[in-house]
């Protein structure tokens, strides 16, 4: 009887970790524990709830999407026609600025998630460092949950170059501890204002 109950724990345990991962609930959780720290609301239950509603709304509309996709995809199978010429995928470069590596079609589908893990002070730190950064603000959860976690540590001692201006921008650093010195060189061309060309004219006419 007592191997019988362990088999049925066994597997309702191993059922609702199918049933997690499935649905992605414990990325969820993080996420929303993150946006309360930030947020720190004078009403968490009320955040919670409005946060949930809106990952609620978006799963609608990913669902809605997807069954216009279909149906739509039908309803071409269903006309008589030739077949349409292979596309030709444009492999996307990154901006100049960042990087001049270009990623293939291949890349796309061998590309592995990179996950290094954190605790909720440094997924915390991370949120508020890029809360009001422009590079970030279109991203949604998901996406910015992605860059969080594939973020690793790096320490430099003083004096030591973190980056140099020319090379490639690979990484994105969030300085957490510390202080650094920012340079840059820019090439400057002189143009004498107008007064002054006015003022030389003036002095050579008479």
Sequence with gaps: MATSTNLEEDESLKGCEVFVQK???QQL???CIVNLCIAKPERPMKFLREHFEKLEKE???????????NSQSDSHDDEVSPPPPNPVVKARRRRGGVSAEVYTEEDAVSYVRKVIPKDY?????LAKAISK???FAHLDDNERSDIFDAMFPVTHIAGETV?????????????????????FLLAYQFSPPLSD??????????
Excluded: P, W
């Design 23 to 25: 649905h992605n609930i």
């Design 29 to 31: 959780l993080k996420e």
């Design 59 to 69: 799963e609608c509309k990913q669902i809605l999407a997807r069954q216009k996709s």
């Design 121 to 125: 002070k440094t997924m915390t730190a």
């Design 133 to 135: 950064n422009v590079l």
């Design 163 to 183: 980056i140099q201006q020319g090379d490639e921008g690979d990484n994105f650093y969030v300085i957490d501890q510390g202080e650094v010195d920012v340079s």
């Design 197 to 206: 060309i006015a003022c030389d004219t003036l002095i050579l006419s008479d």
